[in-house]
């Protein structure tokens, strides 16, 4: 290899390395964001996932409460929905709404579930949800007359991080269209201590 060769050779292989560092940059810029999507839903799926779990724990836990009591209060029943709303913390991004209905089931041939009473919780305020008296949907298995069940429900409008503010929304443009998840969880419970649970004016 002569001199000229030689002194021409380092310049190449410079060359091509500044050329390979070009292509990774490149590389990098399409990738990245790609990366970035896939570490951010991950992430936002977890909590989801974990936050229904709390959401499903939240109705159980009401609803074995009330099932406790033989009578209860609306001032009564609107303090347990509140310590409901504490097991989905630390998520704090939206508010539960808990709902407790006691179902009476008509002493009938064809039995018949009916609304003994109803207390709803819905931004930290109690008020009456559906009305005494009124007919209510409740699984075949369950009906038997005479029977009173107690049903706890609890749902939530799941706001993802990444879509909270509205700078977010901006910035993620058709993203937005999932910035809310509807999650809901619904049990039946038997009362423990008496064969009704009474609760006057809820």
């Known amino acids: ?71 209860i209060t609306p001032e009564e029943l609107d303090a347990i929905m509140k310590i409901g709303e504490a097991v989905l913390q630390p998520y704090g991004r939206t508010q539960p709404e808990i709902t407790v209905t006691g179902i009476e089931i008509t002493d009938e041939q064809t039995p018949r579930p009916l609304v003994a009473w109803s207390r709803r919780l819905s931004k930290g305020s109690g008020a009456r949800a559906a009305t005494p008296g009124s007919p209510i949907s409740v699984p075949k298995e369950l009906i038997s007359p005479g029977a009173f069940l107690i049903r706890a429900e609890a749902t939530l409008a799941y706001a993802p991080v990444i879509t909270w503010s509205e700078s977010g929304k901006s910035t993620l443009g058709l993203m937005a269209a999932f910035d809310r998840i509807d999650m809901g969880e619904r049990h039946y419970l038997r009362p423990r201590v008496s064969r009704r649970v009474k609760c006057e004016d809820c």
């Not at 050329?19 to 570490?39: D, K, T």
């Not at 936002?44 to 099932?67: M, P, Y």
């Open 1 to 71: 290899m002569n001199m000229r060769a030689r002194k021409f050779l380092p310049g190449v292989i410079r060359r091509f390395l500044a050329e390979r560092r070009g292509a990774v940059a490149v590389e990098f810029v399409f990738v990245a964001p790609l990366l970035l999507a896939f570490y951010f839903l991950t992430m936002e799926f977890s909590q989801a996932i974990d936050t229904n779990r709390k959401l499903d724990r939240t109705a159980i836990l009401v609803g074995d409460l009330v099932a406790q009591t033989p009578e």
